[in-house]
Structure formats: structure tokens, C-alpha cells
Nanobody, 125 residues
Framework: VQLQASGGGSVQAGGSLRLSCTAS????????VGWFRQAPGKDREFVAAISRAGTITRYSGSVKGRFTISRDNSQNTVTLQMNSLKPEDTAVYYC???????????????????WGQGTLVTVSS
């Protein structure tokens, strides 16, 4: 499956952005999807994950309550709605996918098979 991440940009602290991950090439509903981010000079970190049917979601502690992950399998798209953005959210955001069974989700990047190219989010104070 090929993944295309989009929606990044520059916002002020407290603002919102909506990232999209669009898939092509395979039946998207067979894939669990995750969002990860990597800030300059830091390791990649887990942000959010969603099961293939969208019934189960998980968030990192740093974004829980501010970010929402959702999916529309009819549109082959997973969305990450990011509200109340903080300067520490500045990073390149990547979406990743992995074929899986119903209900599974993954928080470890090493468990994912496919990755998108990344989209830059910059939050200024």
C-alpha cells in the first residue's frame, strides 16, 4: 500500500491543523494505521493509532485530549485532527500502516510495514 500524508503547515500555539493519510494500492480496511512524529534532533515517537475498522484508538500521553484520530475506509483516508497545538508539537508527522486482524492496533513503529513521506507541522509561540 502507498501512503500519502498531507495537511501540515505553520500555526500559532493554540491553533489547529488537520492531517490526512491517504492510501492506495490495497484494501485499506485491512490495515491498522498509526501516526508518528519526529522533531529535529529527537527520536521518532508514537502519536496515535487506530484499528482497521476504526473502533479502537490509542494516543500518546502528550497528545491525549488534544488530538483525534479517525478514518473513512470508503475514502481510504485516516485523519489526525490536532487542536490546542503547542510549540513542542513541532515535528515531521508520518503515517504508517500494517495489515492486521480486526481490533489490533500498534504503538511501536517497528510493527508497521508501510510509511508515508511525512508532512511538517510547525507551531510557533
Amino acid at each position: 500500500v502507498q501512503l500519502q500524508a498531507s495537511g501540515g503547515g505553520s500555526v500559532q500555539a493554540g491553533g489547529s491543523l488537520r492531517l490526512s493519510c491517504t492510501a492506495s494500492g490495497h484494501t485499506f480496511s485491512n490495515y491498522a494505521v498509526g501516526w508518528f512524529r519526529q522533531a529535529p534532533g529527537k527520536d521518532r515517537e508514537f502519536v496515535a493509532a487506530i484499528s482497521r475498522a476504526g473502533t479502537i484508538t490509542r494516543y500518546s500521553g502528550s497528545v491525549k485530549g488534544r488530538f483525534t484520530i479517525s478514518r473513512d475506509n470508503s475514502q481510504n483516508t485516516v485523519t489526525l485532527q490536532m487542536n490546542s497545538l503547542k510549540p513542542e508539537d513541532t515535528a515531521v508527522y508520518y503515517c504508517a500502516a500494517r495489515g492486521t486482524v480486526t481490533g489490533a492496533y500498534y504503538v511501536n513503529g517497528n510493527d508497521y510495514t508501510y510509511w508515508g513521506q511525512g508532512t511538517l507541522v510547525t507551531v510557533s509561540s
